[in-house]
């Protein structure tokens, strides 16, 4: 098993950076895909960014290209979603996910484990 436990959300105004955590604990693995999805009120779940073993295989969602950057310190079993330039859409609560395949796809019925997610505000 594997235990996921995000951090780091809150509420920020439009422009603003937030940098998340995900710390990992149990069977975990460099090996694992890591990722990051988000819901916002009355919408489903959708992919925001992933990362592989290697730090060269990380992909983002349209939306949030070029704002977002997601890292992983292996050492620490810890991912990290830096989130800058904020908007009003990228409310949400934000979920940690890892992938024991390696793959990080962006359907989230791939993902084996879930955190429970932590809330992020964008205020005007």
């Known amino acids: 098993q594997v235990q996921l436990v995000e951090s780091g959300g809150g509420l920020v105004q439009a422009g603003g950076s937030l940098r998340l955590s995900c710390a990992a604990s149990?069977?975990?693995?460099?090996?694992?895909?890591m990722a990051w999805f988000r819901q916002a009120p009355g919408k489903e779940r959708e992919f925001v960014a992933r990362?592989?073993?290697?730090?060269?295989?990380?992909y983002y969602a349209d939306s949030v290209k070029g704002r977002f950057t997601i890292s992983r310190d292996s050492a620490k079993n810890t991912v990290y979603l830096q989130m800058n330039n904020l908007q009003l859409e990228d409310t949400a609560v934000y979920y940690c996910?890892?992938?024991?395949?390696?793959?990080?796809?962006?359907?989230?019925?791939?993902?084996?484990?879930w955190g429970q997610g932590t809330q992020v505000t964008v205020s005007s």
């Open positions: 990362t592989r073993r290697s730090a060269a295989y990380t």
């Open positions: 149990g069977r975990t693995s460099s090996d694992y895909a």
């Open positions: 996910a890892a992938d024991t395949t390696g793959v990080g796809p962006t359907l989230q019925a791939r993902y084996d484990y």
